[in-house]
């Protein structure tokens, strides 16, 4: 348990010494928050919609969530050439210890950068139904980091170079965050996109998101946390079997 | 299991796709002899030590390593061992102390144990005073000397180290191999090196095996290779096992990303 706890507590640290790290990863969701926010917002409004900032919130929140735990892949691939991720595969300790200390240290730094960005919605304007269910949307959050955090592991344990995480930034965590409803409702769509949302397990936890503070959801909180239950145990197991496989 | 050989090599080959880094290869290590393995670069040192720490398995051959197999029980063999990697494995994010006590807790050395030979193992590297400073700020050598005295912090009945003096000045160097040698002669550790320096070689090692495309081409003590080779030197008999050709080695991936992190630290 102490090695779960000392490889959490490293990304912890890590991430907490990185200053520039967290402000440039705040970039991307404020443009989306406040470009978007602002300039989609009067359209959405006539559309019937109500506010798109309320709308918007809880998925930028989640994309934020998303790219940080995808990101700790990168810091994985980097560990894994010159760095520290040998020191810990010799170590006398089983490997399922090592990937989920990693892990949930992943989770952990996604979850925060999610909380300062709730905190950016709320400076923006965004204002939940209820405010005791902040929590209950922070346990959801929370799924979606541990959800992408273990699918970082499998991929980072599976990639050998950099630029592998190039395509799969390009052609998995875009999609992901582009297909997740994040920025658009869920009714209505094509067929072909209906599907395609539906497969997204971030759809589910932005939705779930929703559901929480805002008491709209598409597909009801309880399938929402069931989703991402069933597809965080997946990855879960996925990532450390891929983790228990690396041959460096 | 408290007898025999610590490490026994029967017939290993590693392959990667076409290419044989290691071919055929059986020899064993006694218990508490110091052993250097020399070999030009690509000559599959690396790749032996990766297969014996068990970081990659051999393609064919069998390995026991204190009679264990490291394919089938790899947890019981990692607890035996110590290893000071050719290429930088610490935490640059991390302090230098920070390092020590990660290294603790992996090999579950009691915190009160760790705190005390962290502070003595620092002290002996000369890097007590830098203990709170995060390793990214070290120098090439302060590095390479972390490595070392966190490869020692745990006292494992068997040390890998892979050329662990490259980059090290001469004091440092010294240092490295007494306190190396007063392990091996106090605590009876078994010492596995490479090291691209002979004379490091015949100073501590009491036998030596040269590898060279993969094969063991010689193993014996430095005298007996000096004797077979009839050369005056070390040196003189490592050039003529393994002639004077320099070695072409392909780049893989790990020395792209080598490449990249020299790029990013001289920033």
Redesign the interface.
Known sequence: M??VY??WL?EV??YL??RAQIIASLGSPLMYLFVLGFSLGPVFQKAGEGSYLQFMAPGIMAMTVLFTAMFSGIAMLWDR??????????????RIWIMLGRTLGGATVASIQGTIIFIVTLVAGFRPQHWFMVPVAFLIIIMIAVVFAALATAIGSTL???QGFQMVMNFLVMPIFFLSGALYPLNGLPAALQVLTHADPLTYGIDGVRGVLLGTSHFGVALDVGVLAAVGAVFLVLGAWRFSKI?? | MSDGPIISLRNVTKKFGDVTAVNDVSFDVQRGETFAFLGPNGAGKTTTI?ML?????PTSGTIAMDGLDPVTHP??V??R?G?V?Q????????TAW?NM???G????VPRKETRERATLLLELFELYDRKDA?VKTFSGGMRRRLEIA?GLLHTPTLLFLDEPTLGLDPQSRNQMWTHVKNLNKSEGVTVFLTTHYMDEAERVADRIAVIDHGRIVAIGSAAELKAQTKTESLEAAFLALTGHAIREETAG??D???Q??AMFRRR
């Open positions: 102490s090695v000392i490889l490293r640290k890590k010494r990185s050439q010159f760095g520290f991720l040998k020191e810990t595969l010799v170590a006398p300790v089983p050998k170079e950099m041959d460096v | 990766r720490t068990t970081l990659t398995r947890t019981d990692r607890r061992f290893v990697f290429d930088p494995s610490l935490d640059q994010e991390l920070e006590e990660v290294h807790v992996l090999y579950h995060l966190r991936a790990a792209r990303m080598r990249m992190a």
